[in-house]
């Protein structure tokens, strides 16, 4: 790793996965800033945005940005963490065009709204769905199905 | 009044149509025969795999994992279980691992004889059917051999796989695997040089270097379009560094290009399973293939570890959260043929419409993978 992210941002916290991925944690109003350092500063020069995950840890959601080098074979994942009682973050689609759907799919099942983002309905589920399912508190209430009738 | 002509309109394919390879339904908004705007409806074949793993045993969710993508049922395996394997940090077993990687490029072939025989199926081409799915026969026919199952395999486990190879088997691996040049030569002949097909997949759905890294594309149809990216060369997992194998890659990205870089992958694959059965035979007496680890009892640490592998579609990610317990919190797929949806769009915007499904069906996407 040959970037030096903290002297432009504030890192809250940095590990080592068992996978051997480094992880960043940096506040979720920095994350289009970040994002576009790494994808256009030469030295980093991470072009790829490989995947994007949330899950549920307590009461905040961890959204994960896994980025890739082509050309230095890197790897990093951003995490920024939003609290589930007010779920709202910057979309990063106008930085890596992937993360679109990433993004649509994470507002499906977590209910997480991605501000900016150019269209951002439900992916997965059908649209008349209610709730997000991946809450660790979703209770599928559906009137329709057949084990909730009254 | 200032009432013009509306000169496009709306065309709906799917969700039930034979070349959207599952369930998929296409928005189009046509100008004549351009395409001036598509959207998809994707969805239909969600089976909430992600919501299922919160509710089981890491054990239980085992023979679930193969359904991810139900074309190449081992490579989910190894991604879910490489994630449990890293964590836990196992050692497989020297025997495992070639067996792991025979399976899993043998599954590679039978995977990319099937995208060949419905490739071509959309384009209108009905012989080759019949040839591809004789040799995914006998694929399959050695997967029944090993595992007692000819698509949802459930035979990795935790620390290994769950039986060991016959020398028997291996013979009939081996015959499989000498013959199989001669039959890629009769597709070649049939395909290759027919003008039809290369008229309708020259020069078609070109993807550029930069539009498949923005869009996170992976596997041949970044190969394609002038990378050399390959998990299998670049963070071998598995014995994968020991196997001497090319990467096949190309800088036009077109359809044509993605279905050469396919044939020349079967053949690469063929190399690497033909090194593992040499390996195997040699070591014929060891008859270790696993940890003897009690499956039941397997409980995955606390903290991310994401397990990725090199799928014949692009790369399978599995992101694993584990808490302690035996039951994991959270499981996360990354599968290929969802960003390989969703370059489309872009691609065809101006083009034919003629031309989508072949564009379509030269990304090899598969639905159970983009709905999971």
């Known amino acids: 790793m040959n970037f030096d992210l903290s002297s432009n941002f504030n890192i809250l916290k940095s590990e080592t996965l068992k996978s051997g991925q480094t992880r960043f944690f940096v506040s979720k109003d920095d994350i289009v800033n970040v994002l ?16 994007v995950s949330c899950a549920q840890i307590h009461d905040n959601f961890e959204i994960s940005y896994y980025l890739y080098s ?47 983002h150019p269209n951002l309905k439900r992916i997965l589920l059908p649209e008349e769905w209610q709730g997000h399912p991946l809450r660790k508190d979703y209770i599928n209430e559906d009137k329709r199905l057949r084990w909730n009738y009254e | 009044m200032n009432k013009t002509l509306k000169n496009t309109f709306q065309l709906n394919i799917g969700p039930q149509h034979p070349s959207t390879h599952g369930v998929l339904r296409c928005i189009e908004e046509l100008d004549g025969e351009r395409i001036k705007s598509l959207d998809f409806v994707v969805g239909y074949l969600h089976r909430g795999m992600e919501k299922m793993a919160e509710n089981m045993t890491c054990l239980q969710y085992l023979p679930v994992v193969d359904r991810v993508d139900y074309l190449s049922g081992f490579f989910c395996s190894q991604a879910y279980l490489s994630a449990i394997e890293t964590s836990l940090n196992f050692e ?35 012989s080759p059917y019949f040839y591809c799915f004789r040799e995914r026969e006998s694929i399959l026919d050695i997967f029944e051999n090993i595992t007692g199952a000819r698509m949802m395999y459930n035979y990795y486990t935790f620390g290994g796989v769950k039986s060991d190879i016959s020398a028997e088997i291996l013979d009939k691996i081996a015959e499989f695997l000498d013959e199989f040049p001669s039959h890629v030569k009769e597709y070649e002949n049939i395909i290759t040089n027919n003008p039809i097909f290369l008229d309708r997949t020259k020069e078609i759905g070109v993807i550029s270097l930069k539009q498949a890294q923005n869009f996170g594309l992976t596997g041949v149809n970044l190969r394609a379009s002038g990378s050399k990216a390959d998990l299998r060369k670049d963070k071998p997992y598995l014995i994968y560094s020991e196997l001497d194998f090319d990467v096949p890659f190309s800088i036009y990205g077109d359809a044509y290009t993605r279905y050469q870089m396919r044939i020349r992958e079967m053949l690469e694959s063929r190399k690497i399973a033909l090194q593992c059965i040499e390996w195997l035979r040699k070591n014929i007496s060891d008859d270790k293939v696993n940890l003897n680890i ?31 317990t035996n039951t994991p919190e959270r499981v996360k797929w990354r599968t290929p043929s969802f960003y390989a949806l969703q370059v489309l769009p872009e691609i065809m915007k101006g083009k034919m419409y003629s031309d989508l499904m072949s564009a379509f069906g030269s990304l090899d996407v598969i639905m159970p993978e983009v709905d999971r």
Request: charged share 20%.
């Open chain 1, 36 to 51: 576009t350092f790494l994808k256009n500063v030469p030295e980093c020069d991470f072009n790829v945005l490989k995947s």
């Open chain 1, 70 to 116: 082509s050309k230095n074979l890197d790897e990093v994942i951003i995490l920024v963490s939003v609290p589930v009682n007010c779920p709202e973050i910057l979309s990063v689609v106008d930085v890596f065009k992937s993360a679109n759907w990433d993004e649509r799919e994470i507002y499906d099942l977590f209910g997480v709204k991605f501000i900016n």
């Open chain 2, 92 to 126: 497989l077993p020297k025997k495992a691992q070639y067996i792991r990687v025979l399976t899993m490029e043998l599954n590679r072939i039978s995977s990319h004889l099937l995208w060949l025989a419905s490739f071509l199926m959309d384009l209108g081409a009905t």
């Open chain 2, 294 to 324: 009690n499956s039941k009892t397997v409980k995955i640490d606390e903290g991310l570890t994401i397990g990725s592998v090199e799928a014949p579609r692009g790369e399978i990610m599995c992101w694993l959260w584990g808490n302690g």
